[in-house]
């Protein structure tokens, strides 16, 4: 095959901050995945990584390698085909291979690795992303997403050659991870704070391979629980996988319908494959990630009184930085992406990590984002407090000040020329304000007296992120319209 040739059949793998996606049918097939097979299993059975990978952990030596991968599959179109057609080119490589006998969450693969003290997870999700896509995850043998360096090693030996898998599914062992996963989730929650007063908790699956986790865990500690979209249904129902406020009005329609219920409620949402959260108040009010994740700082230090650093993507609220100085805990800011915080979780002894998207990791768990753990947390927070939810949002705002946030996607071919013109000549005012500060760890932000706006530029994609934190919706609104006037060449600042 010629080098071009060979460029062209392998240019649809690009692996970014969590993984491959891809169009199913169009970049994501079998034999794209068996390209990918191909070459993580050379990567994992390289001499020097052999080498450099030894690890004591547990109190003895071992070498991941020898230990083999671990595979899981969500509830996506083909997901679990998938799934079987790696594994078996994995296990035609003469590397250990084990594959969930069921659709699992992310964290539960996550969980696995560390369990098996495995080479590396391998997770068939497309995660939040609409139903025309799939795509694979790579945890890592410490649990965690795979850095960045470990997927360019990957992605560099890439080879064009389409290799069917020579052994049958019957040769590999299809395992349970469900069951030691949630044995890991119940010795960090608290049956008696959940039934410290009467609680219904509605979950909302969003037809991902979450369901059934969670309710299993409250049917155990007689918690009463819905759960809706908790069904197969390769095409979520029509909506986005994500639990965003507008992809939640299945969740909201409950929790408005139940709203005379004499218990204590709350809504809890995981995304396509379960690593994600959202949030809804007793009802029906949309908590954003910033709130969720000061709600659950504050609840673990002063309720629980654990303690720790805390780490904050760059797009997260200053309520974090200003809860974490409260208490003297020690804060980390890291780029936008969840690998990024995974790093930290695993150089510092870090009590929460999170970031905009609705992820959050917590100690003494895994080094990676867990909608089903932060679920029955966030169950816990509302039966053991002494106001619902919605009056735990209020006396956050209350205490630390009103911050709305709102972020706006554009299509602009030149985005990233408008953020490193930014960055080269910030400007002094923006939007009638004095810009007070310049920040540049991933984009640029511009800091005002109170509040933020930040411009990011996809990598991937010709879109303008804006993310905006301010004191009043009407703050925020004026900061992107001005944004975007900028974006389109409305507004001349140079």
């Known amino acids: 095959m010629a080098a071009d040739e060979k460029k062209s059949v392998v240019d649809g793998i690009k692996f970014g901050t969590d993984g491959w996606r891809g169009v199913i049918a169009r970049e994501f097939t079998f034999a794209n995945v068996g390209r990918a097979a191909g070459a993580i299993a050379k990567y994992l059975m390289s001499s020097q990584r052999k080498e450099q990978a030894v690890y004591t952990d547990w109190g003895t030596e071992y070498r991941p390698a020898a230990n083999g991968v671990v595979v899981g599959y969500d509830l996506r179109f083909l997901s679990r085909e998938f799934a079987w057609h790696f594994a078996r080119l994995i296990h035609d490589a003469g590397i250990p291979v084990a594959v969930a006998d069921a659709p699992v969450p992310t964290p539960a693969i996550s969980y696995a690795v560390m369990e098996r003290r495995a080479a590396a997870g391998i997770m068939f999700t497309a995660s939040h992303n609409p139903s025309i896509y799939n795509g694979l995850k790579v945890k890592a043998e410490f649990g965690g997403s795979a850095p960045a360096d470990v997927t360019r090693a990957i992605e560099a030996l890439l080879g064009g050659d389409v290799i069917e898998p020579a052994c049958t599914a019957s040769s590999i062992r299809a395992v349970d991870l469900r069951t030691p996963f949630l044995a890991q989730v119940r010795k960090l929650i608290d049956p008696e704070r959940l039934k ?30 819905l759960q809706i979209r908790g069904s197969r249904d390769p095409l979520f129902g029509g909506r986005g996988p994500e639990p965003l406020e507008h992809n939640l009005i299945p969740l909201r329609a409950v929790l408005a319908s139940r709203r005379k219920e004499p218990r204590r409620m709350i809504g809890v949402a995981t995304d396509g494959d379960g690593d994600r959260l959202g949030v809804m108040d007793e009802k029906g009010g949309y908590i954003n990630a910033h709130e969720v994740y000061a709600l659950l700082l504050r609840y673990l230090v002063e309720e629980k009184g654990w303690r720790g650093a805390v780490v904050k993507s760059f797009n997260l609220s200053d309520m974090v930085t200003q809860l974490a100085e409260a208490h003297g805990l020690e804060l980390y800011e890291v780029p936008i992406g969840f690998r990024f915080a995974a790093e930290m979780l695993m150089k510092h002894d870090v009590l929460l990590a999170g970031e905009e998207s609705g992820s959050y990791a917590v100690r003494g768990h895994i080094p990676d984002r867990d909608g089903v753990l932060l679920s029955m947390l966030f169950a816990e927070i509302a039966a053991s407090m002494d106001v619902p939810i919605s009056g735990l949002v209020r006396r956050l705002h209350e205490d630390l000040g009103l911050h709305v946030y709102r ?88």
């Open 196 to 225: 410290a007063s009467p609680l219904l908790v509605v979950i909302d699956s969003m037809y991902g391979s979450a369901q059934g986790y969670v309710a299993q865990l409250l049917k155990e500690i007689d918690v009463p629980y």
């Open 407 to 494: 972020r706006n996607d554009m299509v602009v071919e030149n985005r990233i020329e408008v953020v490193e013109r930014l960055r080269e000549a910030p400007p002094d005012r923006f939007a009638n304000r004095p810009v007070r500060a310049v920040e540049t760890l991933d984009g640029v932000k511009l800091r005002f007296d109170k509040g933020w706006l930040l411009f990011r530029a996809s990598g991937t994609e010709p879109i303008l992120r804006l993310y905006c934190e301010m004191g009043s919706k009407r703050d925020v609104d004026l900061m992107l319209a001005e944004a975007e006037r900028l974006a389109r060449g409305d507004l001349t600042l140079w």
